[in-house]
């Protein structure tokens, strides 16, 4: 049996080999890792159910109020905020809590309530503490408060925003697009001049929709942004021009169509089709084959919408015989030409497979 | 007191409108999914409904049908974030009384639910 007594650690240390006094070196580390890992996995879980649990009491408590705020006539509201303020924004989580809240409301509501949100996020000095946000350097918590901002219709200074319509995120680039588009009275894309970075496609489908939902002012003439040096910013301009019916700004849209960008040539031709303009597919047509594969499609689709069969026999003449893509846009184009021959096909077709040939 | 019954799913919405009918002196009753609800209307007679569209388990739309075979007399006003005039359209063919689309206003809300209750 082991003699704890008698054991000396100094000595037992001195007559091991090296090479023992390494493993137990080795084993003692990874010992001390392992549970300094545990405790941390411990205590992390342990902190997030502790911050869940506030979270969800402040969310229970913040139910209550704000539907006492909005629907109880007999809730003393200027009381009731000052206690509220007092008692249950203390700590940041609280804070971020009530801010989440309240965004949500408003999000579901509409009408007088959602204006009474409003007002209570002013009184509870949430404007504050998102300013605060703002500058806090953080992308995710930067645009948490820009999205807080716009939400609630809170106008700042204009250059507290526009520092971050170039941010390096996109998330913040496009929660700044928003707040401008939301709270513009008129010349809601006016942050467009002030921008130098592209125009991701999600941020131009944000745009458009803020742009019909939100915004209440006149539409902006478009073509003020066909000279822009990014050619994200054209190419949605000249998207938005046929979108918004600018007919006015056809004669802008022409030079596009010699435009060595394939993008933007693309995008031209398709708002004028849009747009109907008649005169299209005769500066089209001629000098087709001197396109790329992109823009013959396109200039195939123009076809399909604004010319006549004599036309589209024109832009096949200019088809390659191996070019397959095209030839069989061609000829489904042409079946729309020819209901007769779509007709005269699909006999075939049944016959064939009648007589299973 | 007027039984009303809310099929939501959204905690919000539910909190939101449950405060609001029952300070309107309503007795509400809440089913947070189609199958609560289908439950609940076998047992319980309502004398209106307030339904979402998008429902876990069974749709909104298959439980205005079974609604309307069952007790076709009950009101049932629509609540949903769709704007698609289709589904706007589609809803009143199945024979619902009021279409209201969220975000919402409360206060329209309960003034389109007593407009419905005295009516019937």
């Known amino acids: ?357 | 007191m007027k039984k009303i019954l809310v099929i939501e799913d959204n905690a919000m919405v539910i909190k939101s409108l449950e405060f609001k009918l029952k300070k309107d002196g309503n007795d509400v009753t809440i089913a947070h999914d189609g199958r609560e609800a289908m439950k609940l209307l076998k047992d319980n007679k309502y004398d209106l409904i307030l339904t979402d569209l998008m429902l876990p388990f069974v749709t909104g739309n298959e439980l205005i049908s079974y609604i309307k075979k069952n007790t076709p007399d009950t009101p049932i006003i629509v609540l949903s974030t769709s704007t698609q005039e289709n589904i706007i359209m589609d809803a009143f063919n199945m024979g619902v009384d009021d279409f209201i689309t969220k975000p919402f206003s409360p206060n329209e809300l309960s003034l389109r639910v007593k407009r419905l209750l005295i009516k019937n």
């Not at chain 1, 001195?14 to 023992?20: A, E, V």
């Not at chain 1, 299209?280 to 010319?307: C, H, M, T, Y």
């Not at chain 1, 209901?339 to 075939?348: A, F, G, H, M, W």
Request: hydrophobic share 45%; with cysteine.
């Open chain 1, 1 to 357: 049996m082991f003699n704890f007594e008698n054991f000396n650690f100094y000595l037992f240390l001195d007559s091991t080999p090296w090479i023992m006094k390494l493993n137990i070196f080795i084993a003692l580390f990874f010992i001390s890792l392992a549970l300094i890992f545990f405790i941390s996995i411990i205590w992390i879980r342990i902190f997030k159910i502790y911050r869940n649990e506030k979270k969800r009491k402040q969310q229970g408590l913040l139910i209550d109020f704000l539907n006492s705020y909005l629907f109880d006539e007999d809730f003393n509201k200027e009381l009731e905020i000052k206690n509220f303020k007092e008692n249950h924004l203390k700590t940041p989580l609280e804070i971020k809590v009530t801010i989440k809240e309240i965004l949500h409301f408003h999000e579901n509501l509409k009408g007088e309530s959602a204006r009474d949100l409003e007002v209570l996020f002013r009184n509870l000095g949430l404007v504050e503490f998102t300013l605060m946000d703002l500058d806090d350097g953080r992308w995710f918590t930067t645009a948490r408060a820009i999205n807080a901002l716009s939400e609630l219709s809170i106008e700042v200074p204009n250059d507290r925003i526009e520092a971050y319509l170039n941010e390096s995120r996109n998330e913040v680039r496009q929660q700044s697009q928003l707040y401008f588009l939301k709270l513009a009275k008129e010349q809601p894309l006016k942050f467009l001049d002030k921008t130098v970075r592209p125009l991701t496609t999600w941020q131009q489908i944000y745009i458009e929709n803020a742009l019909k939902n939100f915004y209440k002012g006149p539409a902006p003439d478009f073509s003020q942004w066909l000279d822009h040096e990014l050619t994200s910013v054209v190419e949605f301009s000249i998207r938005m021009i046929a979108r918004y019916n600018q007919f006015e700004n056809i004669p802008k849209l022409i030079p596009f169509l010699k435009s060595k960008n394939d993008t933007l040539k693309c995008e031209a031709i398709n708002s004028l089709t849009n747009l109907e303009d008649t005169g299209l597919l005769e500066l089209l047509i001629p000098d087709f084959s001197e396109n790329s594969r992109i823009i013959k499609l396109q200039i195939l689709e123009a076809v399909k919408q604004l010319g006549s069969y004599e036309d589209l026999k024109r832009v096949g003449a200019q088809l390659a015989p191996i070019d397959w893509e095209l030839r069989i846009k061609y000829h489904n184009i042409e079946q729309g030409f020819l209901p007769e021959k779509k007709e005269l096909i699909y006999s075939q077709f049944m016959l064939e497979k009648r007589f299973e040939i």
